[in-house]
């Protein structure tokens, strides 16, 4: 993982000086680089070295950071902190976290197009899955399905459906990308792998968003004030717990018919269930 | 065009229903497809089918909407009014606009990638030029130049280099697709085509807010009411208009250099210049 932050700094570093590359080190930093070290674990699981998924783990942060400085926008979730720092449009000014935002969205595209570790036919399938999975059949689908959802009660069905969409939509994009630099085809197996995960992922940050405070967290617990729908509208803490619990038995057994070899990123699972 | 019109169509209705393709739909609805007509322009002058490049051509008008939409955004230029009728946040909500911005820019790259009319060497030069020059290398940067410039005056060279890249961005991958599926490599003739249209049409826009009714041009006259710098900022209407005069016999005279036959390109410049 060292390698892979240098290798952040460094292509972030060598853009040309502005307020949006400024902007854009500002906001990448200091993430946990979960989805990453999925898709380096399952590089390796099929025998393949980490780094030639380098600048789609670029991407996918870049992705994921762009979707964070927007979600905290006024107009949306209005977060003044993340990841333990005023919040992009606190730090720098709200135009410049909109550009900034569509800046990452645009360039994570480019870091895939202009790899120059796999070949055009994985290239075209992974901008495939990113824009399919970030856009309108995940992430962001997720998204409008949050902010229209005004009812005050939730349940179970639509819960999944926000949360499979918004959070699940770039863990499925972590799973497709080292399938295709594989040229591996058991795409239901990896849509579904990254399906588990975000479940487990989204959960757990609603268990902590009730148990942790703010400092741990590093963001404010918007979710709980702005009455969003989040598991535990539906659960209690202790239901919540037990459903965490079971859907990690549930993904190692998942993993045991995995068309790789799947210890890496059981390594990985087991960092996000001591988190 | 009408057949690219239908196409636009077809496909944006092809998308499950919610808020976000109601705003596509209304936002993709009245564009002058001034790109797209350059597009087709080339692929004719290579004597390539215009229909080969729809679905890039729909990518890059999803881009120019998108980033009407969010330079419409109140943070950003806060106009009300947009292609004759009220802008995207003013007909739906601000936290749809931005989503609906995101989608428009995250869908664009996947309709390059998943287009069946070109091969993935192709898509991915395009899909490169595409990130680069709505980009930091592009739009994005003359947008940040523009939101960032607070001098009262403006001098000629940073007024030009705001508008080849904020307007010039996008004509430039107007110019350098058709290459790339043409398979032409001279790159330099086709971004210094596209930077020349590019700055025409500026200059024409920076004229008719100033000599058109805002019914007539579709849109508020933000840019001189923000006291922003346009051509007009350096130049009078009478000079303004040589300048746009001298441009265009510039183009003209470029285009008889042209790696393909001109003459479709040229009837598209004669509309611009007929405008």
């Known amino acids: ?22 902007a854009m ?3 990448m930093e200091g993430g946990k680089r979960f989805r990453p070290r999925i898709i380096f674990a399952i590089m390796k699981g099929f025998n393949l070295d980490e780094s030639l998924s380098y600048d789609c783990a670029l991407a996918l942060e870049e992705i994921q950071t762009y979707s ?12 003044d902190m993340r990841r333990g720092k005023p919040s992009c449009h606190k730090a720098f000014r709200e135009d410049i976290a909109i ?22 036919d994985a290239k075209v399938k992974i901008i495939e899955a990113f824009s399919k999975y970030a856009g309108l059949d995940g992430m962001i689908y997720g998204q409008l399905l949050d902010v229209t959802n005004t009812s005050e009660t939730i349940d179970p069905d639509k819960l999944f459906e926000i949360q499979d969409n918004k959070t699940g939509g770039l863990f499925k994009i972590a799973c497709l990308t080292p399938m295709y630099i594989a040229k591996n085809d058991e795409y239901d197996y990896f849509v579904k792998l990254g399906s588990l995960i975000g479940q487990i992922f989204q959960n757990q940050d609603d268990l902590f968003d009730l148990i942790k405070s703010e400092e741990e967290t590093g963001k404010n617990k918007s979710d709980i004030q702005n009455n969003k729908g989040t598991a535990l509208s539906i659960s209690t803490k202790e239901e919540l717990i037990k459903i965490i619990d079971d859907e990690f038995d549930y993904l190692y057994e998942y993993l045991e018919k995995a068309p790789f070899d799947s210890g890496y990123l059981k390594d990985v699972i087991n960092i996000l269930k001591g988190r």
Chains 1, 2 share one sequence.
Not at 2 to 10: A, M, R
């Open 99 to 120: 550009l900034t935002g569509d800046q990452l969205l645009t360039d994570s595209f480019g870091r895939i197009a202009s790899s120059k570790y796999i070949d055009s």
């Open 25 to 27: 080190i500002y906001t």
């Open 68 to 79: 964070l400085i927007h979600d905290d926008l006024p107009a949306m979730d209005n977060d």
């Open 1 to 22: 993982m060292n390698n892979f932050e240098q290798y952040i700094n460094d292509y972030l570093n060598s853009l040309k000086d502005n307020h949006i590359k400024d």
